[in-house]
């Protein structure tokens, strides 16, 4: 069965950090680009970041350039996303998901995973 679980999520305050891991069940992440979204309340899921699967080629949104950090580790089969200097803005669900390659457009994903709350509030 695929599988895509998100953890690391939870409340932080303005400056702090955290690390989400994304892990995969029932099939090889290596083989795929990575890319990690968010969805705010009452706002667009929007991109935040992805890692290609040929050369491991990153990209990241403007909004969190510089704070954040996509890796992979695919012998534990696991995305990360490090998450620095957070911002109050940067609260929402976030989630990890699967495609050919790095594309802006959600449609483009295949699997998702449930998703990870991020909260960011003093």
């Known amino acids: 069965q695929v599988q895509l679980v998100e953890s690391g999520g939870g409340l932080v305050q303005p400056g702090g950090s955290l690390r989400l891991s994304c892990a995969a069940s029932?099939?090889?992440?290596?083989?795929?680009?990575i890319g990690w979204f968010r969805q705010a309340p009452g706002k667009e899921r929007e991109g935040v970041s992805c890692i290609s699967s040929s050369d491991g080629s990153t990209y990241y949104a403007d909004s969190v350039k510089g704070r954040f950090t996509i890796s992979r580790d695919n012998a534990k089969n696991t995305v990360y996303l490090q998450m620095n200097s957070l911002k109050p803005e940067d609260t929402a669900v976030y989630y990890c998901?699967?495609?050919?390659?790095?594309?802006?457009?959600?449609?483009?994903?295949?699997?998702w995973g449930q998703g990870t709350q991020v909260t960011v509030s003093s």
């Open positions: 998901a699967t495609a050919e390659g790095c594309y802006s457009d959600y449609d483009e994903y295949d699997y």
């Open positions: 029932g099939f090889t992440l290596d083989y795929y680009a």
